[in-house]
């Protein structure tokens, strides 16, 4: 039987369905935002939470991350297409460096090629840019400061 250490079982990310499963993807961003990181819950939690495509990750029956796509309105400067932002990542620290940013990513980045998206854009902790430029993101413009947490924009094309 799964423990909620076991790290031995598959990981499987999927979308998010239902509010339980709302709630456990919110817990995993409280612990690993507001607790970990100090950022206020009111910054943490916004209204692109109702409209954002939502997945989580479990294992060994337990959620251990999770992440969000939102549609933009508009593409962001000089950028011709369809764009969406994927953002709210977040992995237990018991389960980081076990590629679950990285299966939360590219599933995020999987339903943005389903809408038709033809590029993604994310906000990336300092800390966050070499995983990220791993997965084909470029950096864009100069540092900003976002939740008190030094952050680069960076864009993919799909």
């Known amino acids: 039987m799964a423990t909620p250490t076991d790290t031995t079982a598959p990981v499987i990310i ?3 369905q239902g509010e339980a499963e709302l709630m456990q ?15 206020p819950e009111g910054i943490e939690r916004d209204a692109e939470d109702a409209n954002a495509y939502h997945v989580i990750a479990n294992q060994g029956g337990h959620a251990i991350g999770t992440g969000r796509l939102v549609m ?14 994927i953002g709210r990542m977040a ?3 018991s389960h980081r460096k076990a590629r679950v940013g990285s299966l939360l990513l590219t ?5 943005a090629r389903r809408r038709g998206v033809t ?5 990336a902790q300092l800390y966050a840019l070499e995983f990220y430029k791993k997965h084909g993101y470029e950096p864009v413009g100069a540092v900003f400061q976002e939740a008190g947490i030094d952050h680069l924009e960076m864009h993919k094309r799909l």
Do not use: K, S, Y
Not at 25 to 31: D, G, H, Q, W, Y
């Open 91 to 93: 992995v237990l620290q």
């Open 72 to 85: 933009l309105p508009q593409a962001p400067a000089n950028q011709p297409g369809r764009w969406g932002q």
């Open 107 to 111: 599933t995020l980045e999987d339903e």
């Open 14 to 16: 999927t979308q998010i």
């Open 25 to 39: 993807a919110l817990a995993i961003r409280e612990v690993v935002f507001i607790e970990e990181q100090h950022v």
């Open 119 to 123: 590029g993604i854009m994310l906000h």
